[in-house]
């Protein structure tokens, strides 16, 4: 089994790493970033990308200015696309995943861009060309949300969709909650922490959770929708008050995401909501995601789990790969 990377950040750098110490049985032909990449046709030494992976241009095999243009020709089974997520237009990623769908290479990507803009397109391209599309890391990381959905509910109408998929969120409101402090001082502590970026509007407003939650409703449900056609509020106006407000009647709040039939269509919502203990997705806490299907003959499925880490989004890359080699034998 042959793979290209690209994009060696957090998770490329985990990826790498866990390539070894599961001893997968591959060979790693390049690790593309922007300003070059490593490459050698017989197979990169992981080993040695493992011992300088912070100084990666120190490589022997690090060639300058090698672009994707002129390393897409390389024969590989797999391309790795993990660039960083661009939600206006998808690119660079959508052009890099495109041109490997039509070259007969399959492709695993944790990017939601070129998903959520364009699933449908890129579905009928890998089929086009008989190759497999693996997105199962753009839906919560580890949490095997998409084929929960697809292999597990294989069969079954999904009516509606639930999701707590927002891990930096769970820590904020869980913070507010025993340490009684405000939304700014919760936020404050998790950005000193990591857990929260700097500029933490895709988390605390809503938007990375309506991203998941229309790439699931598009791929489970059949639908074509975009983030325009989502209702989205985010966590940045609940209180303290509101939170033990809830919590006098046996509440949590969460930020949840729904996919859910309203006159005829889909329709996709985006909302703090305070669950009952009774509702699935209550317990969800911490890093952990959780997602729950309604279904018409399966009756409720629930998925808890999937901590977020780089190590987990590896792992979820590392799953794809696996289930889809594993369906081609």
């Known amino acids: 089994m042959n793979i290209g990377l690209i994009g060696y950040g957090g998770v490329g750098k985990a990826f790498i790493r866990l390539l070894k110490e599961k001893d997968i049985p591959c060979k790693v032909k390049y690790i593309l970033k922007s300003d070059g990449a490593v490459f050698n046709s017989k197979g990169i030494d992981i080993n040695k990308i493992i011992q300088s992976e912070d100084n990666i241009k120190e490589h022997k095999d690090w060639m300058e200015g090698k672009n994707f243009e002129n390393i ?24 890099y995943i495109k041109e490997a769908l039509n070259r007969g290479i399959s492709v695993v990507t944790g990017n939601k861009g070129p998903i959520l803009i364009d699933y449908l397109g890129l579905k009928e391209l890998a089929e086009k060309n008989n190759v497999s599309l693996g997105i199962g890391c753009t839906t919560g990381g580890a949490l095997p949300s998409i084929s929960g959905g697809a292999v597990d509910c294989a069969g079954a109408r999904i009516e509606e969709i639930q999701g707590v998929l927002n891990g930096t969120t769970n820590y904020i409101l869980k913070e507010m909650a025993t340490k009684e402090i405000e939304y700014q001082e919760a936020l404050r502590q998790a950005q000193g922490l990591g857990i929260a970026e700097t500029n933490p509007k895709m988390d605390v407003e809503g938007f990375d ?12 449900m059949g639908e074509k929708l975009t983030l325009e056609d989502a209702e989205i ?9 509101d939170i033990k407000d809830a919590e006098q009647e046996g509440k949590k709040i969460k930020l949840l995401g729904k996919a859910f039939a309203k006159d005829g269509n889909i329709k996709v919502k985006v909302a703090p909501v305070a669950l009952e203990e009774e509702h ?25 789990g999937g901590a977020s880490s ?14 889809i080699r594993i369906m081609r034998l």
């Open 310 to 323: 780089t190590r987990n989004a590896a792992a979820a890359i590392l799953r794809d790969i696996e289930n």
């Open 72 to 95: 897409i020709d390389e024969e590989i089974d797999f391309l790795v696309e993990l660039t960083p997520t661009n939600m206006e237009t998808g690119e660079p990623a959508i052009s």
């Open 209 to 220: 959770t309506a991203i998941k939650m229309i790439i699931l409703t598009n791929v489970l």
């Open 233 to 241: 509020e985010g966590i940045t106006k609940v209180t303290v008050k």
């Open 280 to 304: 699935p997705l209550y317990s969800v806490e911490g890093k952990n995601k959780g997602v729950y299907y309604r279904t018409d003959t399966l009756g409720d499925i629930t998925i808890i």
